[in-house]
Each structure stands twice: as C-alpha cells, then as structure tokens.
T-cell receptor, first 117, second 116 residues
Framework: AQSVTQLDSHVSVSEGTPVLLRCNYS??????LFWYVQHPNKGLQLLLK??????LVKGINGFEAEFKKSETSFHLTKPSAHMSDAAEYFC???????????????FGTGTRLTIIP | DTGVSQNPRHKITKRGQNVTFRCDPI?????LYWYRQTLGQGPEFLTY????????KSRLLSDRFSAERPKGSFSTLEIQRTEQGDSAMYLC??????????????FGPGTRLTVL
C-alpha cells in the first residue's frame, strides 16, 4: 500500500520569506507524486506533479518540489511567500498498479499555510 | 467547458433522511472518482467509474451509499438513512481515459453535507 506523510499540520511564514512544506512517501513502486492546493470554498487545484522525467519539478505560482528517492521525500518550496499562498496543501501519491485503470489518489492529511503580513 | 461541477454546494439534512449529490465531469473524461473529506483530513477515495461501469468501491462505502453513472456522463452519489458521521465534504474528480497514473485528476468544488 502506498501512503504519504505530511510532517507539519500547520506552517506560518512571513510574507516575502521562503516556504517549505514537507512530505515523505511510502511506495513499493516508482510513484507518481503530486501537490494539490485547496483554497477556502474552492476545489482542489494541481500545483505540480512528479512523473520520473525530472527530479526537480516546477509548478504554478512559483512553487517547486524535489523528488529524493534516497530520502523518500517530495518537499514543496517557494522562494518568497505571497499573501495569496495562504491555503491548505496536500501531498498526494497515485497508485500505479491500478485495478481496471483506477489510479486512485492517496492524500496526506494536509498542511495549512498561513502568511503573516 | 468550465471544469467539474457539483450540486448542491451545501446540503443540511436531518439524521435518517436520504440525500443525493450530482457531479458533472469535464466532457469526454470517461474516468470519474468520488472522494470524501472530513474536517482536518485529506480526501479519501470512495468509488471509481470508467464510463458507466462502477469498477471499484472503497470499504468506506457502506451499504447505505450508492453511486451511479447511468450514461457515462454525470454521476450521482446517494446516501440513505444519513448519520451524523456522514457529515463531510464530498468531492468528485475526473480524468481522461487515455491517461496514466501520472495524469492529474480534475476536482469539482465539492458538496458539503451537514447531518443534524
């Protein structure tokens, strides 16, 4: 079974400072990993995904993540936080060994990012 | 096409009542998923459709839950005899049939259910 662990339930940073949201995964296979963001009253939106093409993945809104197999990590970073980044962030793994094409997603418990003005 | 839509956005019901939610996926996405998200948790997989066929159900989906996708387009999720533990956000997602595990699922805004 695959799983992801988000190491921080809540992260607070000041506007303009770097953001680091930590994620560790467990997988018996080469995983597909994603970061999704959830703003209040809005649907989940894909930030970026890792598909084995490159270990450093760039996403939308200046976010990026680095896949480190030796550490089983996929941490999300951004050099400079903006007020609009305040949201819930989910690290997600997709099951590559699918039943009937069901690549269902397994979510972490989420990290709430607060930006201090 | 404006993405995955879900209706209603909010539903308040009394314990024991039946409720039904609707999901309209992105057109031509033949894979459709339902997830449930409780407060403070990440979404959890409930069930999966490929076209009109329901191919997988989670153990979370008790016999009070039923989902359909009659013509391979929109889907409905019904909960019978609701319980307070059913209170959650119910999310729908879709993706093209040609994709693999590396392709994203597109999520709707969700239906928030409150059972009193």
């Amino acid at each position: 079974a695959q799983s992801v662990t988000q190491l921080d339930s809540h992260v607070s940073v000041s506007e303009g400072t770097p953001v680091l949201l930590r994620c560790n995964y467990s997988s018996s296979y080469s995983p597909s990993l994603f970061w999704y963001v959830q703003h209040p009253n809005k649907g989940l939106q894909l930030l970026l995904k890792y598909t084995s093409a490159a270990t450093l993945v760039k996403g939308i809104n200046g976010f990026e993540a680095e896949f480190k197999k030796s550490e089983t990590s996929f941490h999300l970073t951004k050099p400079s936080a903006h007020m609009s980044d305040a949201a819930e962030y989910f690290c997600v793994v997709s099951d590559p060994v699918s039943n009937f094409g069901n690549e269902k997603l397994t979510f972490g418990t989420g990290t709430r990012l607060t930006i201090i003005p | 096409d404006t993405g995955v839509s879900q209706n209603p956005r909010h539903k308040i019901t009394k314990r024991g009542q039946n409720v039904t939610f609707r999901c309209d996926p992105i057109s031509e996405h033949n894979r459709l998923y339902w997830y449930r998200q409780t407060l403070g948790q990440g979404p959890e997989f409930l069930t999966y459709f490929q076209n009109e066929a329901q191919l997988e159900k989670s153990r979370l989906l008790s016999d009070r839950f039923s989902a359909e996708r009659p013509k391979g387009s929109f889907s409905t999720l019904e909960i019978q005899r609701t319980e307070q533990g059913d209170s959650a956000m119910y999310l729908c997602a879709s993706k093209p049939g040609s994709g693999g595990a590396w392709d994203e699922q597109f999520f709707g805004p969700g239906t928030r259910l409150t059972v009193l």
